[in-house]
């Protein structure tokens, strides 16, 4: 595990959103070339000031979040990120894990440290060069290594559509309709998940008793319809979202259509993204947007603009707005269904899956996570290096019990258990699939009909998700709350490790960065 020097050091990042755009407008196929700089660098958007890990398109406009990359369906993304780190109090080596996008054939561009590949060293640069032939949504970057993200190296990722089935809902779709929710802590204490101080909304907030800074105002015209991506690039936070007076029309989760659902708050956790559309048919006026984060200011609710945000119609005054809020229908699991290829895979009954795996989640103080009895500590040499190199039982592949071989082209029903786990809900994500929540928290029943499909599943109790492995390669299943991953939540699913070889080409730079990494001083490192 690396050492937990940035988090003790004590700076979680809380930044004002950039204004830099990677936009491709071409058509099905075109490639999308750009350079990403991971930097240091000093800002206080709430009044604190911290020291961060930024990306940004020059060495000089690192920004929080990072930079919109986007690209048409099709695309084939070139992007170089290069790391500038030079803070010793902080993680100066690098990833970047591009959330959700499924690399087929490109398992070593996931960008996981020790996983899919060793980290990006200090002075070093690394070409992640991978396709994205058949996904179109709402995505998002960030780092993957230790506890990096959580100082500010994490931006949104959007593919879109022109062939999208749902365009006739909405009328605008652009960089001014990104959304992202985030949470920030000023100072850290003790090796657990601190309070949040401030929530952000585009990288703007306040926290109880600082200064009065601008809130992120999102700007409509009375009478469009807008698709909004709501990206929950937090690190540790849940957080309650709604927009005085409007309803949210919820069409996305996690980069697969959905049946349109119409509700009033949506509870999104780290990681997650939902597009939602917001028609603009109230009075011209200012309304609150609402963020009410599960943790520390949370507890202080929406005084003197705290986890908030303004929508703003065209000719409205630039003033604080008066409106009030109600809950209204909150959005559940249970009431998304996908628009394309409903349907669990295997038989429609518990335990109706090719292969069964249940994971038992546990806790030890003073923090230690476990899955089935193992706390996942990462590997000194990467998983995929681990299988190119002929590793390939559970036995010979590291670390010990956190690795689970599965076969090619079988449905794969997975059943998380252990409701007394502290720190949850806990939102696990896996790499490289979406899958189907046969079962979801908020239910005890089971949908194999038409069940939502995501890349995350909350877990507060009993939940059941289903895939089909038809991606060979090490794909990452963890909790999304950074500190829980930190601290041992995690597997590792080898997907097909006999196929990987001939199916997943490495390139001569990722042969490079183990040798580089390895090669660091004490001194060098974290």
């Known amino acids: 595990m690396l050492p937990f020097v940035s988090l003790l050091a004590a700076e979680l990042v809380c930044l004002v959103y950039g204004a830099e755009v990677i936009r491709d407008t071409t058509t099905y196929g075109q490639t999308v070339s750009e350079n990403l700089f991971i930097v240091n660098k000093q800002l206080a958007p709430d009044g604190f000031q911290r020291s961060t890990v930024l990306a940004g398109l020059t060495p000089s406009t690192g920004s ?8 048409n369906k099709g695309v084939r993304f070139n992007l170089n990120v290069t790391d500038q ?6 993680v100066r080596s690098t990833t970047v894990h591009w959330h959700g996008l499924f690399q ?10 020790f996983v899919s590949q060793c980290p990006i060293a200090a002075n070093h640069s690394f070409l992640y060069d991978f396709q994205v032939p058949d996904q179109a949504g709402t995505f998002w970057y960030h780092s993957h290594i230790s506890v ?17 089935p749902q365009a006739y809902l909405y009328d605008v779709d652009d960089e001014t309709t990104v959304l992202t929710i ?25 926290y109880l008793g600082g200064p009065a800074v601008p809130l992120a105002v999102i700007n409509v015209q009375q009478g469009k319809r807008y698709r909004f991506r709501m990206i929950s690039i937090a690190c540790d936070a849940y957080h309650n979202f709604s927009i005085d007076g409007h309803r949210l029309t919820v069409i996305e989760v996690d980069g697969e259509n959905h049946e349109p659902a119409t509700v009033d708050n949506i509870q999104i956790f780290p990681g997650q993204r939902y597009s939602f559309v917001l028609t603009a048919t109230q009075p011209v006026d200012n309304y609150w947007v609402r963020a009410l984060s599960s943790s520390g200011v949370g507890f202080s609710g929406f ?21 009030t809020n109600s809950t209204g229908v909150v959005l559940t699991e249970s009431m998304l269904h996908p628009l394309e290829n409903p349907g669990a895979p295997g038989l429609p009954f518990p335990g109706g899956a090719d292969e069964v795996l249940n994971l038992t989640l546990g806790f030890n103080l003073p923090a230690t996570f476990f899955m089935n009895d193992t706390q996942y500590i990462p590997p000194t040499v990467p998983v995929l290096l681990q299988i190119l190199s002929g590793a390939q039982s559970p036995q010979d592949l590291l670390p010990p019990g956190s690795v689970y071989t599965l076969p090619i082209n079988k449905t794969i029903e997975i059943n998380f258990f252990g409701n007394a786990t502290p720190g949850g809900p806990h939102p696990f994500h896996l790499h490289g699939h979406s899958f189907d929540v046969v079962r979801s ?31 060979p390669g090490p794909w990452f299943l963890h ?4 500190l829980h991953l930190e601290f041992g939540l995690a597997v590792v699913m080898a997907e097909a490790p006999s196929l990987v070889k001939a199916t997943d080409v490495t390139t001569p730079a990722w042969d490079e960065l183990c040798p580089i990494y390895d090669s660091l001083t004490p001194a060098q490192l974290p």
Request: glycine letters at 10%.
């Open 64 to 71: 929080f979040p990072g930079p919109l990359i986007s690209g």
């Open 85 to 90: 780190l030079t803070d010793p109090s902080m």
């Open 104 to 113: 087929k054939t490109t398992n070593y561009a996931d960008g996981v440290a």
């Open 148 to 164: 990096q993200y959580c100082d500010g190296l994490r931006g949104p990722l959007v593919i879109y559509d022109p062939q999208d």
């Open 182 to 206: 985030a949470d920030c802590t000023e100072l850290i204490a003790a090796a657990v998940a601190p309070p949040a101080d401030a929530t952000l909304i585009n990288g703007k907030g306040r």
């Open 303 to 323: 005084t003197g603009g705290l986890n908030s945000g303004i929508l703003r119609y065209q000719g409205a005054p630039d003033a604080d707005p008066t409106t």
């Open 441 to 471: 928290a908020d239910n005890t029943t089971y949908n194999y009909k038409n069940p939502v499909s995501c890349t995350y599943v909350v877990h507060p109790k009993q939940t059941t998700i289903r895939f089909v492995t038809d991606n």
């Open 479 to 482: 909790c999304h709350i950074d």
